[in-house]
């Protein structure tokens, strides 16, 4: 039996040793060449002229191509409008103009500074308030309407209304963007590339240089790292890499360094929300009108489903009987923002946990009071405001319970005693759920397909259109079908994902990659055991094989899977949107210092349902990775820009993702034991994202905590609440009182 163990990571042995082979670790070929990309100098202009001769005649380089060298030189995952070179506007700093094609990487900075590009600037939109003002948007949702919010807002005993804003945050993958192609006989094209979707990878690559899907291959052995930042915009990366392979008629190499990377791609949406909410003296909600702007950037990438998530997911773990949430995506001339990692669900969230905490406030009470008191319930108040029930309800068991095994109580007293001893610090204590729905909210996108081939030495090769990130998505195909076989996993070897094998695939995200690609290998490899069945039970692996090979068995099997059940309508706003709910509690501390601002977390306690999981130590390794990617976008995860639009954190030693200083001293991470998830491979939930909604917690006990100091006002921070934010509220709140 293999699903329910603790089988380490495929990749671990190697991973740890530095043998394993990512897109720049590739042995360079023969006549390979490097591309180099020019970028925008400005926000938002016209190219008037482009000057390239000095550049042309520098010995090593090959070319330079401009949009115009495509065949098509449009992209986009949603609407076909971004261009793959910016030829004549350009309309976010940084933008990609120009490929440099050169024999040796390191003279592209030489050749970059011989080129000389004339741009006239055009007026730019930088915020979501000028874009808002202007009438920019990208895309305008359908509202979702819960019974009749003006009317139970004029009835509600009490009433807060108030503007939130939450920053965008750098995906900070290890491994950059980066792509190398093969010319091969026939005009194919060989495309290896660190991307979360091959398909989209082929295609864009294919209506980029005018050829046919079948003479594009697209294999991804694994990535390192991509938290969503490479589910849409690693594809142009392999345009640029294919376009210069297939002009030269050599292989090309398309590598990003980290501070390339992080100047010219998307990253997580930020969002500006307007609410105003309605409660009881019991804190119970009544009534939440809410306006969601969020910054899409340049182009529309994947703005429209990321905001649509987020709406699905603003009601967190609590019921609002009457709700109207409004929604929008502001086009701007910043770089066009894309997936991360939760997909438009925190920012959503986040809304109403920080509701959460200010009604604690203005009531003084304990935020767990209000949260518990407004969680879903079981058999009544379990509807969302898109109207999908809220079945296997495991919430309140999970708030309940966590509270008991944090000690809530306790702590909370010790706090409030450490709090009124006045030593320059104060510390906050908070619970935070998440609720998050699994499935695609693009309903096409919910289909895997998986072939598996089993070997006359009893040996088994596994393909499916799921990439391996660094997630363990490798390692779970791998049990379920050691596990369908009865046979040890070291039998089973997942293969490097090729759209040669798998067609038409969905990209690894939205947490759905071991859900979809795992059902599909599931039935592939139980397709071949009722045959082997059928040889007799007493033979040994091995035997049975060689004996269905030798009666002309079939050991191969190609199975396709659909998310049945799913009928949400976008038109009105209603529907079940997603398979099914991960669920989970998340109890922080924190520490602030009133003279710095400096924050600490110093314990944390996560309790989780993820059914039954299929390799426990992977889910808590993404339990633990995805709080903490959290934390750092709460608290210190600022993107820094200068007035025209230059990013200035753009390396490690400007941006600050959490590091070992930042860990809790005390991390406490348990599940709950769950079977009832029978629409899912094994009984098993989704565990990529949901935990990143945990780590909200920090945010929330960082507002409690300031609050101590200013009982019964609320207080306005935002996200991040870096040490500098912290300590201009203390400022600030201090001279209004």
Known sequence: MSVGENIPHDSAVSHATGKSVFIDDRPEVHGEVFVGIVTSSVAHGKIKKIDMKEALHHPDVLGIFRGRDFHKNTWGTIVEEQPLLADPIVSYMDEPILLIAVNDRKSLSTVRKLIKID???????????????????????????????????????????????????????????????????????????????????????????????????????????????????????????????????????????????????????????????????????????????????????????????AMFHLDGAYYIPNIEIKAAACRTNNHSNTAFRGFGAPQGNMVIESIMEDIAVYLKKDSFSVRRANCYGIKERNVTPYGQWVENNQLPFLFDELYKISAYEKRSQEIKDFNLEYSGKVRGISMTATKFGIAFTARFLNQANALVNVHADGTVQVSTGATEMGQGVNTKLAQIVADTFGISTELVRVMPTSTEKNHNTSPTAASSGADLNGAAVLEAATKIKQRLLSLGTTLSWTDVVKKAYFERISLGEYAHFKTPGLDFDKEIGKGRAFNYFTMGTAVTEVEIDEYTGQSKVLRVDILMDLGRSINPGIDRGQVIGAFAQAMGWVTTEKLVYDKARHLLSHSPTTYKIPSLQDTPPILNVSFIENHTNTVNVHASKAVGEPPFVLGLSVWTAIKRAIGVRFAGKVIPLQSPATGEQILGLFKKMSKET
């Open 119 to 309: 741009i006239e600037e055009i007026p730019s939109i930088f915020t979501i308030d000028e874009a808002v003002a202007a009438q920019k948007f990208i895309h305008a949702a359908n509202p979702f309407v819960q019974g009749n919010v003006e009317e139970n807002l004029k009835r509600s005993p009490h009433r807060l209304k108030g503007v939130f804003e939450c920053g965008g945050q750098e995906h900070f993958y290890l491994e950059n963007q980066a792509s190398v192609a093969y010319p091969l006989e026939n005009g194919q094209l060989e495309i290896h590339s660190s991307s979360q979707h091959p398909t989209e990878t082929q295609h864009l690559v294919a209506h980029a240089l005018g050829l046919r899907y079948c003479d594009v291959v697209s294999i991804v052995k694994r990535l390192g790292g991509g938290f969503g930042g490479k589910e849409s915009q690693a594809a142009p990366f392999a345009a640029y890499a294919a376009l210069v392979a297939s002009k030269l008629r050599r292989p090309a190499r398309c590598v990003l360094s980290k501070d390339e990377d992080m100047k010219i791609t998307g990253k997580r949406h930020p969002f500006k929300i307007h609410y105003e909410i309605g409660f009881d003296d019991a804190g119970l909600l009544i009534a939440l009108r809410v306006q969601l702007y969020s910054d899409g950037g340049a182009y529309t990438d994947l703005s429209p489903s990321i905001l649509e998530r």
